[in-house]
């Protein structure tokens, strides 16, 4: 059974960048999507885009171009999400999920990012 | 890009009602819509795919229908356990997109 561990939660400065890691164990790792969404305190779930690990295409939503790098190391099975120029916009719980279909299945744990002066 | 608009914001309703959240897509996308479930504190879990696949564990009080632009998911016999919050996702094409959410209250 696939589990998704992420990283801790992080605080930052504006303008600063964050790295999230989501670790995947129980299947292989290369043969699916991993996915980032982000949900802000009292909002609702946002795409952020995916990283396919074979080949190690990134797909990311417009909004965050320029801003996001997502990656994939295949030798440890681990997922990475990369955000520069953190504004407080930015302070969110970041969740990176499984998706087959397009499909969400398998989510971590979620990690908080918060983004203050 | 699709939008996803989920109707009601949010609902009461008390243990044992039916409850029905429609889903719509500002396009076509034929049976491409996931839901799922959040539970306050917690990552989202699918529920169903594809419009009406129920997940393997999912209690069958839960159902979904629809096709193209207008989507449902019903819940037969509302449970304690099923006061969350509801969202849509379309997976028909790129960016992938959730609808706002439909948070379920006791009344």
């Known amino acids: 059974q696939v589990q998704l561990l992420q990283s801790g939660a992080e605080v930052k400065k504006p303008g600063s960048s964050v790295k999230v890691s989501c670790q995947a164990s129980g299947d292989t790792f290369s043969r699916y999507t991993i996915n980032w969404v982000r949900q802000a305190p009292g909002q609702g779930l946002e795409w952020m885009g995916r990283i396919i690990p074979t080949p190690g295409i990134g797909h990311y939503a417009q909004q965050f171009q320029g801003r996001v790098t997502m990656t994939a190391d295949k030798a440890t099975s681990t997922a990475y999400m990369d955000l520069i120029n953190l504004r407080s916009e930015d302070t969110a719980v970041y969740y990176c999920a499984r998706s087959r279909s397009d499909a969400f299945d398998v989510w971590g744990q979620g990690t908080m990012v918060a983004v203050s002066s | 890009d699709i939008q996803m608009t989920q109707s009601p914001s949010s609902l009461s309703a008390s243990v044992g009602d039916r409850v029905t959240i429609t889903c719509r897509a500002s396009q076509n996308i034929a049976t491409y819509l996931n839901w799922y479930q959040q539970i306050p504190g917690k990552a989202p879990k699918l529920l169903i795919s594809?419009?009406?696949s129920l997940q393997s564990g999912v209690p069958s009080r839960f159902s979904g229908s629809g096709s193209g632009t207008d989507f449902t998911l019903t819940i037969s016999s509302l449970q304690p356990e099923d006061f969350a919050t509801y969202y849509c996702?379309?997976?028909?094409?790129?960016?992938?997109?959730f609808g706002q959410g439909t948070k379920v209250e006791i009344k």
């Open positions: 594809v419009a009406s």
């Open positions: 996702q379309q997976s028909y094409s790129m960016p992938l997109a």
